[in-house]
């Protein structure tokens, strides 16, 4: 299957700080990225539909600007949590899609913030 | 929020044992799609299903598309210690763009 790669794959920040999280198709070009959050033991939560060269779309309940999306290429889209609190630790998975409908999952990415 | 049914919610089953889980909605999907996830590990996909009726194998692996396309199932045969993880299913509904609905996903545990 095609490789999307998600970086890093864990973090550890104080509070207040911001942290990037990078989500690269390695083998093909992804209009449409997603990021997810997921919490032990359970489904994953969509966040927000990152589409290349335009706005990111929230899902309702998602704060945007305290996710801000960046979808600048056709192979990366970042997530960046600002001034992340202790609530924000979590799981963090992006997703790449093919053409195909196929979704492909990077790694995931646990922050943890203290 | 989720619109996928998904059980059993966990299965505990021995080394050899053929397993079957499903996902139920009230919704018509147009795609279904199954994964597993691998503690602290993205999501990977095993099946993808395109139309209604499709049956498709992976391996030991087969999923099949619901006539009525409201459901979908997973069938794992002769299981191995390392079909322990989370399954989950998702479903892609004509309205929904490129979203994918998924179910709460199905821990299986199998004992050597």
């Known amino acids: 299957g095609a490789v999307v790669s998600q970086h890093p794959s864990w973090v550890i920040c104080k509070s207040g700080t911001s942290v990037k999280i990078e989500c690269r198709s390695l083998?093909?070009?992804?209009?449409?990225m997603f990021w997810y959050r997921q919490f032990p033991k359970q489904s994953l939560m969509l966040m927000a539909t990152?589409?290349?060269?335009?706005?990111?779309?929230?899902e309702q309940g998602v704060e945007k600007d305290k996710f801000l999306i960046n979808h600048a290429s056709l192979t990366l889209s970042t997530l960046t949590v600002t001034s992340a609190h202790p609530e924000d630790s979590s799981f963090y998975i992006c997703?790449?899609?093919?053409?195909?409908?196929?979704?492909?999952f990077g790694s995931g990415t646990q922050l943890s913030v203290l | 929020g989720q619109q996928l049914n998904q059980s059993p919610q966990s299965m505990f089953i021995q080394e050899g044992e053929d397993v079957s889980m499903n996902c139920t909605s009230s919704?018509?999907?147009?795609?279904w799609l199954w994964y597993k996830q691998d503690p602290g590990e993205g999501p990977v996909l095993l099946i993808a299903?395109?139309?209604?009726?499709e049956l498709t194998s992976n391996g030991r692996l087969t999923a099949q598309f619901g006539i009525t396309r409201k459901d979908s199932f997973l069938n794992i045969s002769a299981s191995i210690p390392s079909d322990v993880g989370i399954y989950f299913c998702?479903?892609?509904?004509?309205?929904?763009?490129?979203?994918?609905?998924f179910g709460e996903g199905t821990q299986l545990t199998v004992n050597p």
């Open positions: 083998d093909f070009q992804a209009t449409t």
């Open positions: 998702a479903g892609k509904r004509e309205t929904s763009g490129s979203r994918l609905t």
């Open positions: 919704s018509i999907f147009n795609t």
């Open positions: 990152s589409n290349e060269g335009s706005k990111a779309t929230y």
């Open positions: 299903l395109y139309k209604a009726g």
């Open positions: 997703s790449a899609r093919q053409t195909n409908e196929k979704l492909f």
